[in-house]
Every structure is written in C-alpha cells, then in structure tokens.
C-alpha cells in the first residue's frame, strides 16, 4: 500500500507534466499560393452618403487604428502575379487584377 501511496503522485504529477508540455497537432493543406502586390488607401467619407450604398440593417464601422483614424471606406488594388496550385505548379498565367471596397 505504501509502495501504491508514493507512486500515484509521481504518476500524477507526470501525466499533468505531459499534459502541459504536449503541442497541439496542426495540420495545413495548401490549396494555392501567391506572389502579389497590394496597396490599400483608406478614406473618410460622408456618413450618410456611404449609408444608402449599404444593404438595410448594416452601418459603417470607422477605423480605430492610429494611421488610419476615422477611415470608414478602405479601396484594397492587388495584382497577382503568380499563382501556383497545392503541388507548387503554376495554376494561372498571367497577371490577375482585382480591386476590394470594404
């Protein structure tokens, strides 16, 4: 019984141990992968003049951010200039524009 007394705490102790250092399993599948370029510039428009381009029920959440203060209409241009599948192929040729109203 002695013997049972001083092993369950080494027991314990050991399993809580492995339990705190043990890392999570993470695992990523990679669908595609791109080089591209992006330039945002954020703006302060008219409250009301943004709000009827907005669906019923939403409203605009202005910038907290010290750069960028107050900004409630971000325009995002990115130009992808490479684009490569999960196997590291190239999926699309080309340059590829888009331009992003948030």
Do not use: C
């Not at 196997?87 to 992003?100: E, L």
């Amino acid at each position: 019984m002695s013997h049972m007394t001083s092993l369950l705490p080494r027991l314990l102790s050991s399993s809580v141990l492995a339990f705190v250092l043990a890392t999570p399993a993470t695992a990523q599948t990679v669908t595609e992968w791109s080089a591209e370029n992006r330039v945002a510039l954020r703006f302060h428009v008219n409250d009301a003049a943004l709000q009827r381009l907005l669906p019923p029920g939403w409203t605009s959440a202005p910038s907290t951010a010290p750069a960028n203060r107050g900004a409630n209409l971000t325009v995002t241009f990115i130009e992808r200039q490479l684009v490569l599948d999960g196997q590291g192929k190239q999926y699309r040729a080309g340059a590829s524009r888009y331009i992003a109203l948030v």
